[in-house]
T-cell receptor, first 114, second 116 residues
Framework: KAGVTQTPRYLIKTRGQQVTLSCSPI?????VSWYQQTPGQGLQFLFE???????NKGNFPGRFSGRQFSNSRSEMNVSTLELGDSALYLC?????????????FGQGTRLTVV | AQSVAQPEDQVNVAEGNPLTVKCTYS??????LFWYVQYPNRGLQFLLK??????LVKGSYGFEAEFNKSQTSFHLKKPSALVSDSALYFC??????????????FGKGTHLIIQP
């Protein structure tokens, strides 16, 4: 069974640009969550989607948005990039809609904003 | 609001010795608790979880963790450390309320270094 796939693995963008990251969950998984990992703030929850609906959102500005498609694939978009958005963005999928199921993480997309 | 504390930035253990990585949590109501491991330039790998029932849970690669409700702790343990266990370990919590919509709240992580 293929794992969670995130594309691209690495990105370099200029301040002010926008970026779209993609995540393909494990087959059959309907829940997809996104996290930002930085050395200073650690791992922080961005948002969670289940069956194409955003169910929860972390404490991030509106420049961060996402969506989920009918095949459970998900994208996240960051507009008007800032230097502080440089981070490893991790996508995770889980099989159930309940909190007791473990999340499986992709290898992440390393975004560098210059 | 939920939170996780991993009080040690780094834990050093000699190969073959037992290891413990500490985690305490704060959550409204009962918790779901998880341990993940991260190797350099990789995503997180699931190790084990506590949902309900037996306070001692066993997971991958010989790891186990003990849930202690009174101390709000969920320490990760292994009887005999291997050099290959060297990695970054994260404890995470999610409240049992919220229907699964709440994201995981992670600790800052603990670097585990196993010395040959």
């Amino acid at each position: 069974k293929a794992g969670v796939t995130q594309t691209p693995r690495y990105l370099i963008k200029t301040r002010g640009q926008q970026v779209t990251l993609s995540c393909s969950p494990i087959s059959g998984h309907r829940s997809v969550s996104w996290y930002q990992q930085t050395p200073g703030q650690g791992l922080q929850f961005l948002f969670e989607y289940f069956s194409e609906t955003q169910r929860n959102k972390g404490n991030f500005p509106g420049r961060f948005s996402g969506r989920q498609f009918s095949n459970s694939r998900s994208e996240m978009n960051v507009s008007t990039l800032e230097l502080g958005d440089s981070a490893l963005y991790l996508c995770a999928s889980s099989s159930g809609g309940w909190g007791n199921t473990e999340a499986f993480f992709g290898q992440g997309t390393r975004l560098t904003v210059v | 609001a939920q939170s996780v504390a991993q009080p040690e930035d780094q834990v050093n253990v000699a190969e073959g010795n037992p290891l413990t990585v500490k985690c305490t949590y704060s959550v409204s109501g009962n918790p779901y608790l998880f341990w993940y491991v991260q190797y350099p330039n990789r995503g997180l790998q699931f190790l084990l979880k506590y949902i309900t029932g037996d306070n001692l849970v066993k997971g991958s690669y010989g790891f186990e963790a003990e849930f202690n409700k009174s101390q709000t702790s969920f320490h990760l343990k292994k009887p005999s450390a291997l050099v290959s266990d060297s990695a970054l370990y994260f404890c995470a919590v999610r409240a049992t309320t919220g229907g699964g919509a709440d994201g995981l709240t992670f600790g800052k992580g603990t670097h585990l270094i196993i010395q040959p």
